[in-house]
């Protein structure tokens, strides 16, 4: 029989037995000596509740089976058991980023991998149960089946996020009339004559929200910027024309635009929230098991219990195919593009031509306001995405967004269908000190064969609350120089959107319309 040193016994359950009490209990005591001897186990053990009562010897080395343990342990057993899965979950992630880091293989991908999230979605899980759908929720999943199956499922989650940053979910339990809904009724709406929805457009009171036409988003570059080749409805998070906030001139707090007469649309566009929050929160839920989190940290009053969300409708052209301008714009930057970047997958070959980046010409001239038809054949420039975590409604059928790998190889995300694709933010990236990454994508422009009426996507953007403050959490290991400053959420929108527009352009476009 082993023992346990008295020394090393000062853990919180040192008032509960001496080291022979443990003599009757070989499992438990195996797993004191793999508690106390974990590195991590002060920090792991802080809040696990002492035991009530004192344990009553069993008899002498007998054998006692985990499920005859006095409850008291049992219960203690199983959440130091959990703590300390979180606590390796954590550190595994962490020496696989600094690995990652030296030898950056990891996120050298070329796909983005499939990932069934049904069981942490009550309501799939809870399809042909009526009735029963609280009780698949993932945190209280009330078997050892179910809380594996959610395990393993966060894990994967959670190596996505640090591997790719991309992932495609699966398995939802979104209804198509929902799903597909969203983008039907996004495509009758932009179908209607500029005029009437230009009625709707943004204008520097709406705070980012409304209509934005071709041309009016601009993605940032080193060399200044280059105009996005879409069209879109932006909506946020909604707010009554008396919340306090509003009253209070709170940034970016005011009430989305009313799009009358377009109930249908109206309609979608809340139903597709609804779910997108549904899910968003349970995928955040599995993304916060695998990182080695409390299940719940992403609900917090802190972190996004009242996400600041963002969803837009866009609908993005195809490609011209007659327009010399943009092949010659196109066969000028080859080379150069060449030099950078090379494209991977089914896409490659069909966008030899569309892959271009923006030349200095072409953003002078989008300074100067000149003819937006020769903006390049990428519908929306490279980026990383703000928040926590994006759900894409993508068009099917239509290949157009691609994905940056850390060899700087575009890889395609061709929409799967009923899958939503999903890549996380900056915050999340700052939250984890850098472990998952808010990976650089893009939207080629969408071949007139496969979007002769252009291609519609619904990207949902999952944000933190606007109050919270962000900053790397400490299971993340010492925080990185880059991360060091701690992010106001609210902030970092109202500067990202506002340097998503040329402004004078957007003040022009709001006193024409
Ligand atoms: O349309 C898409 O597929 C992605 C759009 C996107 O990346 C964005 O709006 O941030
Ligand atoms: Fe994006």
Redesign the pocket.
């Known amino acids: 029989m082993r023992t346990i040193a008295r020394a090393q016994l000062a853990t919180p359950y040192a008032n509960l037995l001496s080291p022979d009490d443990w003599a009757p209990f070989p499992d438990a005591l195996r797993w004191l000596e793999r508690v106390v001897n974990h590195p991590t186990w002060i920090a792991a053990l802080g809040k696990v509740p002492k035991c009530a009562t004192p344990l009553t010897r069993a008899a002498p080395g007998a054998d006692v089976p985990v499920a005859a343990w006095p409850p008291e342990l049992a219960e203690m057993r199983r959440e130091t058991d959990e703590r300390l899965r979180r606590a390796s979950e954590a550190a595994r992630l962490a020496a696989a980023k600094d690995a990652a880091c030296e030898d950056s293989t990891k996120r050298f991908f070329s796909a983005i991998p499939v990932i069934d999230v049904s069981s942490l979605c009550r309501r799939a899980a809870a399809e042909g149960s009526e009735g029963s759908e609280e009780a698949s929720c993932a945190s209280c999943a009330s078997n050892a089946s179910d809380r594996a199956a959610v395990l393993k499922t966060s894990r994967e989650l959670a190596d996505a996020c640090r591997d790719v940053g991309f992932f495609y979910a699966v398995g939802h339990g979104v209804d198509a009339t929902v799903y597909d809904g969203v983008r039907d009724a996004a495509r009758e709406w932009f179908d209607r004559p500029l005029e009437h929805k230009s009625r709707h457009a943004i204008t520097p009171e709406s705070a980012g929200r409304g209509y934005q036409p071709l041309g009016a988003n601009v993605t940032r570059h080193e060399r200044g910027f280059a105009r996005d080749w879409h069209e879109a409805v932006d909506v946020y998070k909604d707010f009554e024309e008396n919340d306090p906030d509003v009253l209070a001139k709170k940034p970016l707090h005011v009430p989305n635009p009313r799009l009358t007469d377009a109930a249908a649309f109206e309609g979608a566009l809340r139903a597709w929230r609804d779910e997108a929050l549904r899910v968003g929160a349970e995928i955040l839920r599995g993304i916060a098991i695998g990182l080695g989190l409390d299940d719940d940290f992403f609900a917090r009053e802190t972190t996004a219990s009242d996400p600041f969300f963002v969803m837009?409708a866009?609908r993005y052209p195809p490609l011209p195919t007659t327009t010399a301008a943009a092949e010659d714009r196109a066969d000028d930057d080859d080379a150069a593009a060449a030099e950078t970047t090379t494209t991977t997958g089914a896409n490659a070959h069909a966008h030899a031509h569309a892959i271009a980046a923006p030349s200095e010409t072409d953003v002078v001239a989008a300074k100067r306001g000149d003819d937006l038809s020769k903006a390049v054949p990428i519908s929306?420039g490279e980026?990383c995405?703000y928040g926590l975590l994006?759900l894409?409604n993508?068009d099917p059928g239509v290949r157009?967004?691609q994905v940056k790998n850390a060899r700087g190889e575009w890889v395609d995300a061709p929409p799967i269908e009923g899958a939503f694709v999903c890549n996380i933010g900056d915050m999340l990236e700052l939250y984890t000190n850098g472990v998952c990454r808010s990976t650089t994508?893009r939207?080629l422009m969408p071949s007139a064969e496969e979007a002769a009426d252009g291609r519609i996507?619904v990207?949902f953007f999952f944000e933190p609350n606007f109050d919270a403050i962000v900053s790397p959490l400490a299971a993340f290991g010492d925080v990185h120089e880059k991360y060091a400053t701690p992010v106001k959420y609210g902030e970092h929108l109202r500067r990202k959107i506002e340097a998503n527009f040329e402004t004078d352009r957007v003040t022009m476009r709001a006193r024409e319309s």
């Open positions: 837009r866009i929306c980026h995405d994006t894409v993508q157009a967004l994508h939207v996507s990207p």
